[in-house]
């Protein structure tokens, strides 16, 4: 009994052990774990499934169809038939109430019916089609969408951490200087006002730490939602914000040529023309006539008790064939007003396509203008953030020689900071925009 519950115990730690292990991605990994378990990702694929069975369901519509009916009847009070007595020999004048048939009957039938011709239903082939594309191209975009959250979302837990690690680097090496200005000070040979204004940059970069602290949980938890996971599940990224940054520089992206077709909102709209034009299709459909047959057989038994169960009793067959020809003539213009209006709509969806092609074309190149920025901010970035460290450890040798005031220092160390986050924001800027510009073009899929 004890070594099974080690075993038992044993495989749960594993277990667990081997979950939390899984919570580690790279970048491309969290993109893949995303598309398969974020929940606007997999309500996509839903819509999919459900587009196919809406097809199938508008293809079954013109399938033969059997139905079967089983119908049962009990008189509990006749209704008679009045006619005169001299009808069948008596006296004139007087009138007969006659029950005809017996109180109870049982009716078991199956009628076969099969579609011949229907305009309607020929539209609403095509247009199930189109519907299931439509689906398919709303997964495509919510993909593209959901990649594009995640990467940012990755990226703005890589800020933090980052920023974080500077601002502890930035408070270590400040805690440092206090200490050892403030023995300076209180060996008489530095002003009061050196060690204040220490204290206030020192002040500073603890309270912008604690705020990143911070701001991580939130991020962490937004990066959570975004690839599928519980809210507080621990996460690792095994990613880091420079390496990551390094490659999505790729200058031979923004030289490929954006065709506009190709965008996924280009085809979404294209899909709404054609939805729209089976639509004009469809009402002018309606004039056209409707031809359908059937075949049905039964059984049908009567009695004045319910002994329908019984072997002896007696049933009679029936068969009927049938043919239902439904041909349109006159609906006081409501058919013509159906067809115009499927007509102004067709209209505005050519309008809209062209207007998203030319809305396209406009954010393509703000996209490769934004990404070609972040590249060169990126690398201007770096080198102000290379020359604010240099500047700050030359202020910081001079003021503990007594050449530069604190107040000097200070400067050097705000400028020093604010590169630093400058350049983590520029490296997130590359990353972000590259996505942007996949996002819109649609270069993903294509």
Known sequence: ??????????????????????????????????????????????????????????????????????????????????????????????????????????????TLSQLIFDGSYLVGLQSAKVFLEISKNAKIKT????????????????????????????????????????????NGLEEEESVEQLKITLSGVESALSNTNRLKKVAYQMLNINLGLPIDTPTILADNLESLTARQIDLNFLGRPFEVENTIDYQIAANDKTSKELLVKFEKSKAL??????????????SDNFDFLDTNQKYYGYGVFGLNIKIPIFSSGMRSASTQRAMINLEKAKNDLTETQQRLNLQIETAKSDYQFAIEDYENKKQNLNLAERIEQKNQTKFFEGIASSFELRQAQIQLYTAQQEFLQAMLDVINNKAALETISNTINN
């Open 289 to 302: 006539p409707t031809v359908s047959s059937f075949l049905s057989g039964g059984y049908v038994s009567y």
């Open 143 to 186: 993909d593209l969408e959901v990649r594009k959250s995640v990467i940012n979302a990755y990226g703005n837990v890589l800020l933090v951490e980052e920023s974080a690690t500077i601002l502890e680097k930035n408070r270590a090496a400040l805690e440092k200087n206090l200490m050892e200005l403030t023995k300076i000070y209180e």
């Open 1 to 110: 009994m004890i070594n099974r519950l080690t075993i038992i115990f044993g495989l749960i730690i594993t277990t667990f052990t081997y979950a939390q292990e899984n919570n580690s991605f790279t970048l491309q990994e969290a993109i893949d774990y995303a598309l398969e378990n974020n929940r606007a990702a997999l309500n996509a694929s839903h819509d999919i499934d459900a587009a196919y069975k809406q097809k199938w369901e508008t293809t079954a519509t013109g399938l033969p169809q059997l139905n079967a009916a089983v119908d049962y009847q009990d008189f509990i009070k006749q209704q008679v038939q009045v006619f005169p007595s001299s009808a069948f020999g008596g006296p004139e004048g007087e009138y007969s109430a006659v029950a005809f048939g017996l109180k109870q009957n049982i009716n078991a039938s199956a």
